[in-house]
């Protein structure tokens, strides 16, 4: 079974970064196609960046030139570059090996103004 990590959250003022992490283990990871989602309460949990194996991304709309998604193989880990942030980038964020259904348990970011 996979399992998903998220970490590196938390509360930052706007303009703002931080970095999250997702640790995953259970699968082959150098051939994964790693996913950051985020979902903000009252609203649909939504894709905000993704990664395949050879390293080629592609982001939202709402976060192309301030969030960059990344990975190490080595260390079976992606990471979410958040900068320039925004209040409405508050949401809790996920990750995921999007050819399997599993999901990690998430963790918050917070963007005050």
């Known amino acids: 079974q996979v399992q998903l990590v998220e970490s590196g959250g938390g509360l930052v003022q706007a303009g703002g970064s931080l970095r999250l992490s997702c640790a995953a283990s259970?699968?082959?990871?150098?051939?994964?196609?790693m996913a950051w989602y985020r979902q903000a309460p009252g609203n649909q949990r939504e894709l905000v960046a993704i990664?395949?194996?050879?390293?080629?991304?592609n982001y939202a709309d709402s976060v192309k030139g301030r969030f960059t998604i990344s990975r190490d193989n080595a260390k079976n880990t992606v990471y979410l570059q958040m900068n320039s942030l925004k209040p409405e980038d508050t949401a809790v964020y996920y990750c995921?090996?999007?050819?399997?259904?599993?999901w990690g348990q998430g963790t918050q970011v917070t963007v005050s103004s």
């Open positions: 259970g699968s082959i990871f150098s051939i994964s196609v």
């Open positions: 995921k090996d999007i050819r399997y259904p599993y």
């Open positions: 990664i395949n194996g050879g390293g080629t991304t």
